[in-house]
T-cell receptor, first 113, second 111 residues
Framework: DVKVTQSSRYLVKRTGEKVFLECVQD?????MFWYRQDPGLGLRLIYF???????EKGDIPEGYSVSREKKERFSLILESASTNQTSMYLC????????????FGPGTRLTVL | DQQVKQNSPSLSVQEGRISILNCDYT??????FLWYKKYPAEGPTFLIS?????DKNEDGRFTVFLNKSAKHLSLHIVPSQPGDSAVYFC??????????FGTGTRLKVLA
């Protein structure tokens, strides 16, 4: 079974803090994704990575950056957290290619005060 | 512009009856569609998929129908069970790594 883990289930940070969200997958997947889920808006893609050190912006990359130094790990960074970044953050991975099923982690509920 | 739409935010169904969840899309380039189920405080889990070369795919109690001319897909759950109560997302892909998700439909199956 594919396992995608996220470093924290719940996180509370203050405005202006730098925030790191970590995601690890154990199935040697090529592609990894970061989404945020907000009520009424569904899942929106922030960034994705198709290989180590490779990344592409998704639909809402502003205020975020990512890092993928190792194949199994994909980090989402909020350089200076703001209250409008309070959300559920979901990491996902797929094996390779297009049309593959995405496997999701359990999510991190981030609250920025 | 919402390319994938789930116009019903919620749906209630009696146990044992059929649940029908709908999804509409606007991009004719989409060729692969998936349904995910999400319980509170958990990540979405894959349920069933369909490629554009098919119009139906079945897996146990779950069937997905695709109507390409109407740009519409639906998920049928028969019979519905209380454990099916969750939020259901449809997603679409156009031969890229990127998936576009709908806003979700909350299904409640009443015992």
């Amino acid at each position: 079974d594919v396992k995608v883990t996220q470093s924290s289930r719940y996180l509370v940070k203050r405005t202006g803090e730098k925030v790191f969200l970590e995601c690890v997958q154990d199935m040697d997947h090529e592609n990894m994704f970061w989404y945020r889920q907000d009520p009424g808006l569904g899942l929106r893609l922030i960034y994705f990575s198709y290989d180590v050190k490779m990344k592409e912006k998704g639909d809402i990359p502003e205020g975020y950056s990512v890092s993928r130094e190792k194949k199994e790990r994909f980090s989402l960074i909020l350089e200076s957290a703001s209250t409008n970044q309070t959300s559920m953050y979901l990491c996902a991975s797929t094996l390779a290619g297009t049309g593959d099923t995405q496997y999701f982690g359990p999510g991190t509920r981030l609250t920025v005060l | 512009d919402q390319q994938v739409k789930q116009n019903s935010p919620s749906l209630s169904v009696q146990e044992g009856r059929i649940s029908i969840l709908n999804c509409d899309y606007t991009n004719s380039m989409f060729d692969y569609f998936l349904w995910y189920k999400k319980y509170p405080a958990e990540g979405p889990t894959f349920l069933i998929s369909i490629s554009s070369i098919k119009d139906k795919n079945e897996d146990g109690r779950f069937t997905v129908f695709l109507n390409k001319s109407a740009k519409h897909l639906s998920l049928h759950i028969v019979p519905s069970q209380p454990g099916d109560s969750a939020v259901y997302f449809c997603a679409a892909s156009a031969r890229t790594y990127k998936y576009i998700f709908g806003t979700g439909t909350r299904l409640k199956v009443l015992a």
